[in-house]
């Protein structure tokens, strides 16, 4: 049996006196969506947190590949192919989307200018071109600052932007929590594109009737632990709340 592309063993990560993780776990496989829920509180941002390096759990294993890393910044999960779609998308207002999209990666031009700090915008246009042309995202103008484009095109370029120097995972926080019915279903296409590019997913989501459309699994948290895991296609509404609420456990225990 392959080796998951990402396990998250026993974290456990704890501010102060509240236990956010109390020995969560956490599989993903490669070419797949895997939603992660739960309800308020539950731990699905702190795991996500901890997975992509930007908190570090206090104890506890995390493996890509089946090999151990210790992912102590975000600059670490970059290195192991993990990027992060968070839900504010981290956009640069005023700039345009290729130069979103090389953010703190800029393409330099080549020879004296280039050692000079001159950027090569034109490099770095083809380049997001391709990349929106890739996952079928349509801009009007690639020269216009991000702040002039709907959400549902800035959710386009952060995904675009984290698809593009992603290896391995792409992270995805509350991806359609701003968005109307149209841009949902844009943006819900394309998390399919992305898996289909060989890139994995975790889509963090409240919305069950998205979860359920999208994700091949789902696996479930409640009080910092991981308390259910299903395959999508033989899940219903009442398994997860059932799963996120503890009202699942009660009925099993029950029979």
Known sequence: MAEPLLEARELHKSFGRVRALRGANFTLNAGEVVALIGDNGAGKSTLAKCISGV???????????????????????????????????ALAPDLDPAANLFLGREVLRPGLLGHLGFIDKGAMRER???AFGSLGIGLQSTASPIASLSGGQRQGVAVSRAV????????????????????????????????????????????????????????????????????????????????????????????
């Open 164 to 255: 593009m120097w992603a290896s391995k995972v792409v992270f995805m926080d509350e991806p359609t929590a701003a968005l109307g019915v149209v841009q949902t279903r844009h943006v819900l296409e394309l998390i399919r594109r992305v898996r289909d590019t060989g890139v994995s997913v975790v889509l963090i989501s409240h919305n069950m009737p998205e979860v359920l459309e999208v994700a091949d699994r789902i696996e479930v948290l409640r009080l910092g632990q991981r308390v259910a895991r299903f395959t999508a296609a033989e899940a219903s509404m009442e398994d997860l709340v059932g799963a996120m609420t503890g009202a699942l456990d009660q009925a099993e225990a029950g029979e």
């Open 128 to 130: 997001s071109g391709e």
């Open 55 to 89: 908190l570090q759990p206090d104890s506890g294993e995390i493996r890509v590949g089946g090999s151990p890393v210790e992912l102590n910044s975000a600059v670490a999960a970059r290195a192991v192919g993990i990027e992060t779609v968070y839900q504010d998308l």
